[in-house]
């Protein structure tokens, strides 16, 4: 996750302590006219880079610092070409392995399973593993995939933008006129099947039956073939609207703008929308699933995950009586609990245990 990343660079305690290495993304098979077209050359293209090209390039590097930090479980075969005894791995969610400990749940071929076999042989060799909620680390044990004693709970923070108001003095606050007087709900995030924007679909047609003048706006994805049927059979095609390619501050104003942000996901490591939506004073309504829990604590209103007769009856009495939602300051002081400079810390502090134990262990 490119955010972890760049929070990490942000927020780190000491300036000047940590150093992004990221090497130039190689094109091999997508740079030829012929094949470039072709989802499957971009697929390979990263594949050839996330398993071979980016960890030859790391290999120069191993004798130049203190320790490694791979921000992203799904490039846990890194860990292959780093001293495993000096690296941590941020593991976000079971996704990437699920084929391999749920495999009726997510069938995929021998190929991909030996690929996700190796990454996850990469990350159980890692000194340290990160993890952003309890209920990962819950699945995480449950399937004897790390050994409890090397996992570090290190919540996501919120980003400066997200505010329940825009800084005055802000160059980059922004508005989105298409919206001005329109209420809109908001979804945020992929459109991914775990995102279940089936539901998110066909609730918001029985909604919008009662609230006409009601807009969907879909942040962050890219509906499929199958979705966009859906919109055309329910007849939402007038009144979705879908939004790519956003800045954080133009997200925020999304967020205090939507009469309400919903989240009706099967699964997810953390939810991060929740928290963003929470910190801009929104309205969270989202599945009641362990992980979203967690992270919306009693500042989110919960629906059962699937049951859209259940997303409809909430989202329209929150419509209609929005004060049976938690309060605007529950919301905010909620969200006020997660930062990014606590994730560095303890991230950083780790770290140096890691560290420490090390040189105790070399002078014994």
């Known amino acids: 996750m490119d955010l972890c990343a760049e929070a990490l660079l942000k927020w780190w305690p000491v300036p000047g302590e940590v150093q992004d290495v990221c090497p130039s993304y190689f094109r091999c098979f ?10 499957m050359a971009r697929n390979a293209d990263r594949l050839l880079n996330r398993l071979l090209w980016y960890p030859r390039s790391l290999r120069r590097n191993v004798t130049e610092f203190d320790v490694f930090h791979v921000v992203d479980h799904s490039y846990g075969a890194l860990v292959h070409a780093l001293p495993a005894n000096r690296t941590g791995v941020y593991f976000h969610d079971l996704d990437a392995f699920r084929c391999l400990v749920e495999p009726k749940r997510d069938p995929r071929p021998l190929w991909f399973r030996r690929m996700a076999r190796y990454i996850l042989d990469g990350v159980q060799k890692a000194a340290v593993v990160f993890h952003n909620t309890l209920a990962v680390r819950e699945e995480i044990l449950r399937f004897g995939l790390i050994d409890p004693a090397r996992l570090v709970h290190a919540p996501h923070g919120i980003c400066p933008e997200f505010a329940p108001q825009a800084a005055d003095e802000d160059p980059n ?3 989105f006129p298409t919206l001005q007087d329109v209420p809109y709900l908001l979804h945020v995030g992929s459109c991914i099947p775990r995102k279940r924007i089936d539901v998110l679909l066909d609730m918001f047609a029985e909604v919008r039956r009662r609230y006409p003048e009601l807009t969907l706006v879909q942040a962050g994805g890219s ?9 055309r059979r329910v007849g939402l095609e007038p009144c979705v609207r879908q939004m790519a390619g ?4 133009e997200l925020a104003e999304l ?3 939507a009469r309400l942000v919903l989240l009706p ?13 929470l910190a801009c004073g929104a309205i969270v309504v989202a599945s009641d699933i362990p992980t979203l829990r967690e992270t919306g604590g009693s500042a989110a209103v919960y629906v059962p995950v ?11 009495d929150l419509l209609a009586y929005p004060e049976h939602a938690p309060s605007r300051a529950e919301r905010l002081a909620h969200a006020a609990r997660f930062s990014w400079t606590e994730h560095a810390r303890i991230i950083r502090h ?12 070399g002078s014994a």
């Not at 509906?223 to 919109?231: C, G, N, S, V």
């Not at 996901?265 to 939506?277: C, T």
């Not at 140096?352 to 262990?361: A, D, I, N």
């Open 173 to 175: 606050s922004v508005c």
């Open 223 to 231: 509906w499929t073939e199958t979705q966009r049927e859906q919109i």
């Open 306 to 316: 699937g049951d859209v007769a259940a997303w409809v009856n909430v989202v329209t």
């Open 350 to 361: 780790a770290y140096l245990g890691l560290l420490g134990h090390q040189r105790t262990e």
């Open 246 to 249: 956003l800045s954080r501050c």
């Open 265 to 277: 996901s099967e699964a997810e490591g953390f939810g991060l929308p929740v928290i963003e939506a």
């Open 255 to 257: 967020y205090r703008g």
């Open 30 to 39: 997508s740079r030829w006219p012929s094949t470039g077209r072709w989802r």
